[in-house]
């Protein structure tokens, strides 16, 4: 059974309390939380104040993925805003070993993502050093966007290097989660599923996050 972790980039941030409470009430297992820059991606999202409030009433470990240039400036910030794991791009962080190293230091599991233009090869040295490898499936930047199929080479590509290295790292799948690729992902590996707009814009979000926890 893979774990559901719904992306609040597409909330309603106007009652985020409540959007909040209903993933506290689903059977979710962390909360995605996306954070972007306008530098590293083209789109700006929130920051620590909001991060702040989502803590305030999660009941569920937070998911933090950084899509900021130079993540290293900031991880003690993130870890007061109420980070539980804290996810770099390996695009964005020179010296990937030390930032991973500064993450678990601050008491949280270390995470790094990849684009899909990024090869699973460039993962092989680093592989033992993280707790999760965040798969994009989408170009960072945007809720919505449709699931890019090349995924599925990479996931196999991943679950090969994670299984032969004993590495723990769980494999996580973000842009464009939903009911047509869901049982293929978990099939071929995936052990965390990110779902924003499939489960924001559903009628029923609480019953869509069962039926992705039933596959
Ligand atoms: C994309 C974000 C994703 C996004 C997923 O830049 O990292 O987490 O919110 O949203 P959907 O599921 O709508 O593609
Ligand atoms: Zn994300």
């Known amino acids: 059974m893979a774990l559901i972790a719904p992306s609040i980039l597409s909330a309603d941030f106007s009652k985020l309390r409540e959007e909040v409470e209903m993933i506290n009430s689903s059977q979710a297992d962390w909360f995605h939380v996306d954070v972007m820059d306008g530098v590293f991606v083209p789109n700006i999202s929130f920051g620590f104040p909001v991060i702040k409030q989502v803590k305030k009433y999660a009941t569920k470990p937070l998911d933090v993925h950084l899509m900021i240039v130079q993540p290293e400036r900031y991880v003690q910030e993130f870890k007061d805003a109420g980070a539980d794991i804290l996810t770099v791009h390996i695009e964005a962080s020179t010296h990937l070993h030390r930032t991973l190293q500064m993450i678990k230091a601050a008491g949280m599991q270390a995470g790094v993502a990849v684009n899909p233009h990024t090869a699973i090869n460039q993962l092989e040295d680093i ?35 994670i299984d032969s290295t004993g590495s723990k790292a769980r494999i996580e799948i973000d842009g464009g989660v939903g009911s047509t690729n869901a049982a293929q992902l978990i099939n071929a590996g995936a052990d965390v599923l990110v779902a924003g707009n499939f489960v924001f814009s559903s009628g029923d979000p609480v019953g869509t996050i069962a039926s992705l926890k039933k596959i």
């Open 127 to 161: 592989i033992t050093d993280v707790d999760l490898v965040c798969l994009m499936s989408v170009n960072p930047g945007f809720g919505g966007q449709k699931f890019i199929p090349g995924t599925f080479q990479k996931l196999e590509k991943l679950r090969k290097l």
